[in-house]
């Protein structure tokens, strides 16, 4: 039975979200738990200490203290100088990304934490803790796009009178790569977005999200790909490892200076040349062609991001404290009792 839930300061590299804002914290002491609040984990968002106090939370100064609590709510995966703090029956609620964290997933399982991940939570529908930091870094990306392509090749996006707009690649139309594209068109660039799925192309074609659509296909991918000054990769299939969608002869055929945002990095990258980046050093070169792969894009806009993330988090946290089998919480077990109980992440770790 879970009594007390902690909130951990975040450790990841960059990282300045918190999981709860101080209100969803006054919702969750309102309904009888004991929450245990980490000194200044809110404070990169903004959130002092006080307000947590004056909301019921007990303020602790050691991270230990806040992982004795029988559940831990936090925002990234854990880190390895956290993994001292993994016991049995601890329940972690938190992103995980286990198929691109094949020794966090080792570590949970041997310690017997009962993991959740925001990621694969399916209830009611979607994805609806991915979807708003999927929103955040899906803006992110055209921000950063634009902002690399000046030192890299040095194209604008919207071009200029005689000059065509620079052309922009989104693979993947879900949450993060319908907002790039909005971001990238709002910045008057040519946007081509790529999909598997044919009713997100027509909806993205209807509301005029991109200039054109493409059917995902390994041609269709590398003739787009060859011709873009930025690509966005964005590809998802829950729980699984990323498909390398765009291929390292794709990428090689791209104009020296171009840029690729990957942010399916965080479930291995869909771009066969990506690798991990932080905020600290978010960008590598490899082809000619600047990289940028950071694994927590939303983490440097942590106000709206913690504000938006608590907002979706806070309603299945009550119902996790509360019954862990909950049908609110449907899909988010990845590893229970020792066992990777999540299919499609038990299927990208055993490949
Ligand atoms: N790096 C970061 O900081 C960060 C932050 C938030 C989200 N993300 C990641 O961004 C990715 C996208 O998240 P989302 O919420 O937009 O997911 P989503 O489910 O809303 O969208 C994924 C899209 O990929 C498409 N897709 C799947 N297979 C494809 C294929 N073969 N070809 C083309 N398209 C294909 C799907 O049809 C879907 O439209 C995820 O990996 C997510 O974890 C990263």
């Known amino acids: 039975m879970v009594r007390s839930i902690g909130l951990p300061k975040e450790t990841k590299d960059g990282e300045r979200r918190v999981a709860l804002e101080p209100s969803a914290v006054a919702s969750a002491v309102a309904a009888g738990f004991q929450v245990r609040v980490q000194a200044s984990a809110g404070v990169g968002a903004g959130f002092s200490d006080d307000e947590y106090k004056r909301v019921g939370a007990a303020i602790v100064s050691s991270a230990e203290e806040v992982w004795a609590s029988d559940l831990v709510v936090k925002v990234k995966e854990p880190q390895d100088a956290e993994y001292k703090f993994f016991r049995e029956g601890l329940i972690l609620f938190d992103y995980l990304h286990l198929a691109a964290e094949p020794k966090l997933a080792t570590a949970l399982q041997e310690s017997g934490v009962e993991a959740f991940a925001f990621e694969t939570l399916t209830y009611p529908q979607g994805l609806p803790l991915l979807a708003p930091m ?18 890299g090749s040095g194209t604008l996006l ?38 598997i799925d044919l009713h997100r192309l027509y909806q993205a074609h209807m509301e005029g999200t991109v200039s054109s659509t493409l059917a995902s296909s390994d041609s269709a991918i590398a003739d787009a790909v060859s011709g873009a000054d930025l690509v966005v990769g964005a590809a998802l299939v829950t729980g699984a490892k990323a498909p390398h969608l765009v291929k390292r002869e794709h990428i090689a055929s791209m104009r020296p200076g171009s840029v690729v945002v990957d942010l399916a990095i965080d479930q291995g990258g869909c771009i066969e040349t990506s690798r991990p980046t932080s905020l600290s050093h978010p960008t590598f070169v490899e082809s000619g062609v600047i990289h940028y792969c950071v694994t927590n894009v939303p983490g440097q806009y942590p106000r709206t991001a913690s504000r938006a993330l608590s907002a979706a988090v806070a309603p299945r946290l009550l119902d996790l404290a509360r019954d862990a089998s909950s049908a609110r919480i449907e899909g988010a077990l990845n590893i229970s009792h020792g066992k990777i109980v999540h299919p499609a992440v038990a299927k990208a770790l055993a490949e």
């Open 158 to 195: 919207g071009g200029a009178a005689g000059v065509q707009p620079a052309r922009v690649v989104v693979v993947g139309l879900g949450v993060a790569g319908t907002m790039a594209a909005r971001g990238a068109r709002g910045m008057d660039a040519e946007v081509t977005g790529i999909d």
């Open 134 to 151: 999927s929103e955040i870094a899906g803006r992110a990306a055209a921000i950063v796009g634009a902002y690399y392509l000046a030192s």
